[in-house]
Structure formats: C-alpha cells, structure tokens
Nanobody, 125 residues
C-alpha cells in the first residue's frame, strides 16, 4: 500500500495551494483519509479528514475556514485546498488513511495505518 501526496511548493503569504493524495494498493473509496503536517521542531498535527463513503469531514480549529478537504470520485483522490496561507503553515504535509470504520472522524496519528511520504509546503512572508 502506498499513498502519494503531491501539490506542495512555495507560495507567498495569502496565497493558495491544493494538495492531492492518491493511493495504490488500496481504494480510498472505503477509507477515511486525513491530512497532517509537521513543521521543523514541532510535533505532527492533525489538519483535516474525510470519511469517503459518507463525505463526513472534520477540521482542526487552526485551519477551519481556510482549508477544505474533499474527495474526487472520478480520480479517487483526496484533496486539501489551502487558502489564505500564512508563514506558520510552512511544514511537510502528509496524507494518511485507515480502513477502520468509526462513527466519529478520527484525528489522532495512531488512528491511521497508511502514510504517504509527505510534500513540502513553504509560505514566504
């Protein structure tokens, strides 16, 4: 199983980026997919997640209103649209997935089994 995160890059403060997560070896249609990020010297933090089947989403307070997670049914990918980016958003962004079904959208690192390699997002001031 492999997850591939893409779409990172360098953007100025106030700009936008769209990250994408694709999978091989499992279908995201039966999964819950999340985005996390890790800045230098900081712990990995939860950003957003989506239960593919229902489309239910959950966001961290720090990104609510600026980031939007969505699923592309045609491409079977999960995207993270990031708007109004700030220098504090600079980090490596990871997508993760789990096939475990819960009533609530999981937000803990340990809830996710499959991880991508990460994509760098740098926001300049």
């Amino acid at each position: 199983v492999q997850l591939q995160a893409s779409g990172g890059g360098l953007v100025q403060a106030g700009g936008s980026l769209r990250l994408s997560c694709a999978a091989s070896g499992l279908t995201l249609r039966g999964a819950t997919v999340a985005w996390f990020r890790q800045a230098p010297g900081k712990e990995r933090e939860f950003l957003a997640a989506i239960i593919w089947r229902e489309g239910t989403t959950r966001y961290a307070d720090s990104v609510k209103g600026r980031f939007t997670i969505s699923r592309d049914k045609a491409k079977t990918t999960v995207s993270l649209q990031m708007d109004s980016l700030e220098p504090e958003d600079t980090a490596i962004y990871y997508c993760a997935a789990t096939l475990k079904r819960d009533k609530a959208v999981p937000a803990m690192i340990g809830d996710y089994v499959y991880w991508g390699q990460g994509t760098q997002v740098t926001v300049s001031s």
